[in-house]
């Protein structure tokens, strides 16, 4: 399984939304970052990454430098991981053994890929864990066409949560992977980036946006899955470098008709 370019690739794809529900974002407005609650600053946990491609590489890379316990796996097996591993500190897995003990995995493979995931792959994950969808569709360059989310109007992380049985909060799929080594700043930076995040479960989303916050970025509340067509590819949030404003009006901004060029 490869990673999900879905990160996004060298360069971003542009602007344009899922034809999907497009309900506007509790209260009717994007909420802006908040700060991690008290005590949660600086705790480590334990994180299962699944896929090891450019963004699970380097979110394996941050996370392990900021002490958290990282297990990472991809379909090839924690053999050719070996690098990666002496690298940062994580430790290799099988797909089946990432979330083991988790509190937080990362899901971070191509959506076609998505379905043939493992059966179990949550068995014996911490209590309450979250899972991060960083995955986007591209139907015509990778993907193939998936009728649900054209057809039935889902968007692309309430698909992938019907595939792997769990809620997801969605999470840097519009990021430049290298901007995860390269452009963290400490809070109240004017330099620092925003990412916008969505999810139903508003204690997930919480310990998501801490994590991102410890990470070095700011975040946007998107509202829940539903609403994230906002950030699929080719919207206005996609691939921007900016901040909290920013970032927020370009959500704001999305529209919910799928550009002709992300239909498969």
């Not at 334990?46 to 380097?58: P, Q, R, T, V, Y």
């Not at 990472?72 to 089946?96: D, F, H, K, Y």
């Not at 969605?170 to 999810?199: M, S």
């Amino acid at each position: 399984m490869a990673e999900t370019r879905g990160a996004l690739p060298e360069q971003p794809r542009g602007q344009g939304g899922c034809a999907c529900r497009h309900s506007p974002p509790p209260d009717g407005r994007l909420q802006p970052a908040r700060r991690n609650p008290a005590g949660t600053e600086g705790s480590t946990m334990k994180i299962g990454i699944i896929g090891a491609g450019n963004i699970g590489g380097n979110l394996t890379r941050r996370l392990t430098a900021l002490g958290h316990d990282v297990s990472v796996a991809n379909s090839r097996g924690p053999e050719t991981l070996g690098a990666l591993a002496e690298e940062t500190g994580a430790t290799p897995v099988v797909v089946t053994e990432a979330a083991r003990g988790a509190e937080v995995v990362v899901v971070t493979v191509p959506l076609k890929n998505v379905p043939d995931l493992p059966s179990g792959l949550f068995a014996g994950a911490a209590e309450g864990f979250v899972v991060i969808d960083t995955g986007n569709y591209y139907p015509r360059e990778r993907d193939g066409r998936i009728d649900a989310i054209e057809d039935e109007g889902l968007t692309e992380s309430r698909w992938t949560e019907r595939q792997i049985g769990h809620p997801v909060v969605k999470a840097f799929n519009g990021t430049y992977a290298q901007d995860i080594l390269d452009r963290p700043r400490p809070a109240g930076d004017p330099d620092r980036l925003a990412l916008p995040v969505a999810g139903d479960d508003a204690a997930a989303k919480e310990r998501v946006r801490s994590l991102i916050d410890e990470l070095g970025f700011d975040t946007v509340d998107a509202g829940g899955i539903d609403d994230s067509w906002r950030q699929q590819p080719d919207t206005p949030v996609y691939g921007l470098r900016e901040g909290v404003d920013s970032v927020t009006k370009a959500l704001a901004d999305a529209s919910p008709e799928r550009p002709a060029g992300f239909r498969g």
